[in-house]
């Protein structure tokens, strides 16, 4: 049985940092392409950070581009989101996604039903 699971969500003030991770289990990591969504209510998934399987290539959505930072580590099923420089429009809940390596990242940050697996999200508020 898949589990992805995050956890790093919380509060913070306009201009702070969080870390959000993403841990995977019952599936080979190292074939998955990741990618962080967020969304807030009333509004569609937006697909923000997409690394490939390998790890190499990475893409981000403007609106992150440049403060936010994905990495995933194969050797420990888990995947990162450090974000920087946060502002309030950043406040979404935040979800981790999962697509075997026969999509690309580009595919799956462009559109949230490439997705195979999620996990059950977790909250981001920055406050002014």
């Known amino acids: 049985q898949v589990q992805v699971a995050e956890s790093g969500g919380g509060s913070v003030q306009a201009g702070g940092s969080l870390r959000l991770s993403c841990t995977v289990s019952?599936?080979?990591?190292?074939?998955?392409?990741m990618g962080w969504f967020r969304q807030v209510p009333g509004k569609d998934l937006e697909g923000i950070a997409c690394?490939?399987?390998?790890?190499?290539?990475?893409t981000y959505s403007s609106s992150v581009r440049g403060r936010f930072r994905i990495s995933k580590d194969n050797a420990k099923n888990t995947m990162f989101l450090q974000m920087n420089n946060l502002n309030p429009d950043d406040t979404a809940q935040y979800y981790c996604a999962a697509v075997d390596n026969s999509k690309t990242l580009y595919q799956l940050c462009s559109a949230s039903s490439y997705a195979t697996y999620w996990g059950q999200g977790t909250q981001v508020t920055v406050s002014e």
């Open positions: 690394i490939d399987y390998r790890t190499v290539v990475k």
């Open positions: 019952g599936l080979n990591f190292a074939d998955y392409t």
